[in-house]
């Protein structure tokens, strides 16, 4: 599906490391080179017409990304350098302001240690606590867990929309009733469900989300930070500079721009900003709900592979997205990555930014393969007849 757009491809690998990143069509490389090309300039800093032109293109792909997940408008879309920044942004530019001592922040045991770390901080800075909501025994997110969850301390919930190991779908307009009912703020971490599904931030209710555009076939150093306006005007800039000022003078006063330019501190990341722009519109034309379907059959159909080999464990076997994670019973996660490797076969292997999960699957390291619709059949059964001859694994990576 596509596999024409994708040059990378033609090298004859196999590339299973989607959660990790995506390989890039050709219209966006295109999109990049013409930047640099035809209308290099800065955003926003010259009154020129390729500056023009870039000044242009830059809030086109703002305006593009607001409809892309439907946000409200314009100025609650802030360009950062992906989904690690705009979770810094949430947690230090707002929450540290927003929290006291003593509130609870809801997180779990299998989010990424950019929806974890900046919360431990937080925990340790200014005294708030930090809860997990308890995993189900598909370790699965339940409305009824969270609820459990909940006190009357409770002011975050912060979860993976889908997260990066076990690969679960949280009910997040569930959870949002859930919390708003409750006086809670919901921040929602899309790095892995943006390419794969539509995310309406209105219909679910999301207060603040981040993802990033290297995750959704674009370049990498480019995300998003979307937030509800009268909560991102709360934002305060982890970043003083250029561009996010409108006026200061010698003796201190300084008076900053409208939100999203004062969060926007800095030259920005214009080639990833107008790659990101191709990017959508790529995703645009294919469908999501199309890929969403291609990408559960292929999920299917490897699961049902990998069920055949008695010699492999799969962690998530029940889980409807795009992620599987496995390991050869006895075998290191990356001596089969080096493994696989000799067949140019490309997954992920390790914690994958989750150390904190190895409390739940009893072992710290696994075999991810996360898929995407340039993936096909052909490629699953490649990768099964490779792994029905891993008895030989020690004679091939020694």
């Not at 997940?69 to 920044?85: D, L, M, P, R």
């Not at 003593?102 to 974890?116: F, K, M, P, R």
């Not at 469900?193 to 674009?218: C, N, P, R, T």
Request: net charge negative; charged share 25%; aromatic share 10%.
């Amino acid at each position: 599906m596509h596999r024409e757009d994708f040059k990378l491809l033609d090298s004859n690998i196999i590339y299973f490391d989607n959660g990790a990143t995506t390989l890039k069509p050709t219209c966006v490389r295109d999109a990049i080179i013409k930047y640099y090309d035809e209308y290099t300039a800065n955003a926003h800093r010259g009154d020129y017409t390729i500056s023009n032109i870039v000044d242009s293109m830059y809030e086109e792909t703002r305006e593009k990304t607001k409809n892309f997940i439907n946000a409200k408008e314009t100025s609650e879309i802030v360009f950062t350098s992906g989904t690690t920044n705009s979770m810094n942004m949430i947690v230090f530019g707002f929450f540290k302001n927003y929290l006291k001592e003593g509130d609870e922040v809801l997180i779990t045991l299998s989010e990424h240690a950019s929806n974890i770390i900046p919360w431990f901080v937080l925990q340790k800075d200014i005294g708030i606590k930090v809860k997990y909501i308890a995993l189900n025994n598909e370790n699965k997110v339940t409305i009824e867990n969270v609820k459990e969850a909940i006190s009357d301390r409770t002011k975050v919930i912060s979860l993976a929309h889908i997260t990066n190991v076990i690969g679960d779908e949280r009910p997040i307009k569930e959870i949002s009733q859930l919390a708003h009912n409750n006086n809670i703020l919901l921040v929602v971490d899309a790095a892995q469900s943006i390419a794969h599904k539509e995310i309406d931030v209105q219909d679910l209710d999301i207060d603040f989300m981040a993802f990033s555009g290297h995750k959704m076939y674009g370049p990498t150093g480019i995300g998003i930070l979307y937030g509800k306006f009268e909560l991102l005007d709360q934002m305060l800039p982890l970043n003083y500079g250029g561009g996010m000022n409108a006026l200061f003078t010698k003796d201190g006063y300084v008076e900053l721009r409208e939100i999203p330019t004062r969060l926007e501190g800095g030259t920005p990341n214009i080639e990833g900003v107008l790659g990101l722009n191709a990017a959508l519109s790529y995703l645009e034309e294919i469908g999501l709900d199309k890929i969403n379907a291609y990408e559960k059959e292929l999920k299917n159909y490897l699961i049902a592979r990998l069920e055949k080999l008695d010699f492999i464990e799969i962690y998530n076997k029940n889980i409807e997205t795009n992620i599987v994670t496995f390991n050869i019973k006895g075998v290191f996660a990356q001596d089969t990555a080096i493994y696989l490797d000799k067949y140019h076969i490309c997954v992920r292997a390790g914690n994958h930014c989750a150390k904190i999960l190895n409390s739940v699957f009893n072992t710290s390291n696994t075999v991810r393969i996360s898929l995407s619709f340039y993936n096909s059949k052909e490629e699953i059964d490649l990768l099964i007849n490779v792994l029905k001859n891993s008895e030989n694994i020690w004679k091939e990576i020694l």
